[in-house]
Every structure is written in C-alpha cells, then in structure tokens.
C-alpha cells in the first residue's frame, strides 16, 4: 500500500516533502540544543511570588548565567511537568561554565527537592528567590531575614500579612482594597478589621485611604511551632517567621553531627548525597561506620517567597541542592495578571 501511496508522488514533490521533513527536525534539534542550554520559558504556577510575579505570569530562564545542568535523565520527553521519561539511564550531575555565580536576591529556577519519586531533573519546577548562600548563618527573627546577623533587606515588593481598621462604622468600601490590587481574607469576629497580605507601598497607601484608620504590619507569635517547617522534627521548633540560626551546608566543609542535630541534616545526607545513614543508642552510622562529623560534597542554598506569608519554600523543605537549580530567572516574557498588569511584560526581573 505505502508502495503505491509512493508511486502516485510525483519526483518533485518527493523532493520538497524530505526538504520539509529536514527543516523540521533541524528545527526540533535546534529548539532542544536552546532549551538544554541556553533558555527556558516556564509558567508561574502560584502567588508565592506575588509582587514579583503573579500566577500565570511566563518568565524566560537564563541557563547560561550558573551553567547549563547536563541532563541526568536522557530518556525523558524534554517537556516541563510531562512525566514521560526513563530511568534506566541516569547520569551523574554534571554542570557547564557560566558566567556568573548564585548571588543572594537572585531569583531562582529548581526541580523541588522534596518530589523524591522521581529523578532529580524530573521534578516540579519551582521558583523562588535565594536568600542565603552556602556557608551563611541565616535565620528569621520575627519575620525579617538575617544573614550573618545583619538584617538583609527584603524586596521592595515582597508581602506581608498586614491588619487594616476601618475609621467608620460602615468599614472599608471594596473600592478602597480594589484600587491597589487588593482582596482582604475573610473577616474576624471584628467587622471593622481586615487583614490582607500586601507590600509596604500598598499598606502606606492604604493608610491615606480616608476610610482607613489604622494598618498595622502583624506581629508574628514567637512561640507558635507547627512540623510543617523545617526540619519536621519536634526537637527543632522552628516556624514560618522564628527561623534558625543555622548554618547553610557547604561543599568541602565539615560539620560535627549528634541526635539533636541530625534532623537538619539527615535529608542531605540519605537524600541528596546518597548514603545509608542510622541513628543507634547514642551513636550515628553512615554506610555502616560509626561517625560524629560530615564532610558536604554539594554546594546549598535557602530560598523564600517574595509571598512569605503564601509561600512554601526552605522553610518547608529545607536546603535547595546545587543540582536541582536549572537557571536564573530573568525576563518576565509576559504577564498573566489583569489587565493592568500588562505593562509589566518583557521587564527585567529583580
């Protein structure tokens, strides 16, 4: 049958047919070579970036900036979030020369270290925006970042959770939250209190608003712990806004470990650098031999959302590996937001 199909083809039209089959996949090749390599584009998927970036917001990822990540998994359908792939075949993390090292404020691109179902390249993209680099002492204080004890600013636009009270009894029209791209949750028991979750600029004018009396920023509750946060463990009661101190692992460098900190590194060591690890009596055994330090043979990182009251980020699952990061994000290509927002597209990304 194919023989006859063939036969009723006439000579130049069977020229221009593998002529068009030709460009086609030196297309294709042409697009996996600058995906691989070079750029990326990737939906934002969440408002944990708000501020920065909104749902539905389609940024360009530069993987030229930190080096392009070799693939681990070769035998995979080079589609984000498609799930189709081999893993028979898995390649050590290897990395190409870049231009530029990880600096804190970047905004970064990772397969999310807890997905650990599947290979390291095969996860769900994430985007956040790193805070802390390998070998800082980082913590949260009532909400604020400190890196090495110094307070280290936040964006301009990242969010808090803020309560506003409103300066009549009719309380704060729609109109007033409307206009600065604002929606309350949902009232307390207090019908003239809202709380929102916004940047200082929105709150310095939502002060102005003659309806409004008062916008306080919400104090974070120093004793609140849940095993939501990093490291899960009772022993470390941590919270989304009372964080650390802890060190951030580096490579090459050595730290003692006993029972009460191996929870902050328990993962890294069974997870991300592949040993078996067991805690007996009093003692710790790493593939069998028992130790009391360990030597990191990856570079880590501490990300947050510019969402931090929405966001789930390091404080969840704790350190970002050098080999999940893809890139850098870079441009935002176009906006999903409103209509308003529109003006944002093809801007830089900071």
């Not at 068009?20 to 996996?32: A, F, K, N, Q, Y």
């Not at 408002?47 to 749902?55: D, F, P, Q, R, Y």
């Not at 890196?147 to 409103?166: E, F, M």
């Not at 030597?295 to 789930?312: H, M």
Request: proline content about 7%.
């Amino acid at each position: 049958m194919f023989e006859k199909v063939s036969a009723r083809i006439s000579p130049g039209n069977r020229v221009r047919i593998r002529k068009t089959l030709r460009l086609l996949g030196w297309g294709l090749l042409t697009w996996l070579v600058i995906r691989a390599f070079f750029f990326q584009g990737v939906r934002i998927p969440s408002a944990s970036m708000n501020g920065t970036l909104v749902e539905g917001d389609y940024v360009l990822v530069n993987k030229m900036a930190y080096g392009a990540r070799l693939p681990i998994t070769p035998l995979a359908l080079p589609v984000s979030g498609s799930r189709f792939f081999l893993d028979w075949i898995q390649l050590p993390y290897l990395r190409l020369p870049g231009y530029a090292d990880i600096s804190r404020n970047d905004v970064l691109v990772f397969n999310l270290p807890s997905d650990d179902n599947l290979p390291v390249d095969q996860r769900q993209l994430y985007i956040k925006r790193c805070v802390a680099l390998p070998g800082d002492t980082f913590s949260i204080v009532a909400g604020e970042v400190y890196i090495n004890s110094r307070q280290l600013p936040a964006p301009a636009k990242a969010q808090k959770k803020y309560t506003a009270y409103a300066a009549a009894e009719t309380g704060i029209p729609p109109a007033a939250f409307a206009s600065l791209g604002l929606v309350p949750e949902s009232k307390s028991y207090n019908p003239l209190r809202y709380t929102l979750i916004m940047n200082a600029v929105q709150a310095e004018s939502l002060r102005k608003s003659e309806h409004v009396a008062e916008v306080k920023p919400v104090v974070p509750d120093s004793g609140y712990y849940s095993p939501v946060f990093f490291p899960n463990d009772s022993r470390v009661r941590w919270s989304g806004d009372f964080f650390g101190p802890v060190v951030i692992p580096q490579e090459g460098k050595t730290v003692k470990i006993n029972l009460q900190n191996l929870p902050l590194y328990r993962r890294i060591i069974e997870k991300y650098e592949g040993h078996q690890l067991a805690a007996k009596n009093d003692s710790i055994f790493i593939d069998g031999k028992n130790v009391a330090q360990y030597t990191f043979t990856l570079n880590y990182y501490f990300v947050l959302g510019d969402n931090r009251p929405d966001s789930q980020d390091s404080r969840s699952w704790g350190f970002l590996p050098e080999d999940h990061i893809t890139g850098k994000a870079s441009v935002l290509l176009f906006s999903g937001g409103n209509a308003g927002d529109k003006g944002r597209s093809f801007s830089i990304i900071r």
